[in-house]
């Protein structure tokens, strides 16, 4: 899996900022939603409708203790999820 940095990603990618809860920020502005449902609602309700490939999973890294951030739904030390404008490829970013 290719690696990019976070603000590589911010630029490429045009996450959803504004409208997510409280488990993710930049400068403030939540990125993140609590839940995979609750970050599919918001892909669809923007018309993303192949929704999927727009989510990301933010999850902690014990190893590097570190934030990740990779393609898709993950289920082991999740923060939350970041919906995209630009579809997901075979990423992930370290935050």
């Given at each position: 899996?290719?690696?990019?940095?976070?603000?590589?990603?911010?630029?490429?990618?045009?996450?959803?900022?504004?409208?997510?809860?409280?488990?993710?920020?930049?400068?403030?502005?939540?990125?993140?939603?609590?839940?995979?449902?609750?970050?599919?609602?918001?892909?669809?309700?923007?018309?993303?409708?192949?929704?999927?490939?727009?989510?990301?999973?933010?999850?902690?890294?014990?190893?590097?203790?570190?934030?990740?951030?990779?393609?898709?739904?993950?289920?082991?030390?999740?923060?939350?999820?970041?919906?995209?404008?630009?579809?997901?490829?075979?990423l992930m970013v370290i935050w």
């Open positions: 899996m290719k690696t990019i940095t976070f603000d590589s990603w911010m630029d490429t990618f045009n996450p959803i900022l504004g409208r997510g809860q409280d488990c993710g920020s930049v400068d403030g502005v939540g990125i993140g939603f609590g839940s995979y449902f609750s970050a599919r609602q918001m892909a669809q309700s923007l018309g993303l409708l192949d929704g999927e490939p727009h989510i990301w999973t933010i999850h902690h890294n014990d190893e590097d203790d570190c934030w990740l951030i990779s393609p898709g739904p993950e289920c082991v030390n999740v923060i939350g999820y970041v919906v995209t404008r630009k579809p997901c490829g075979d």
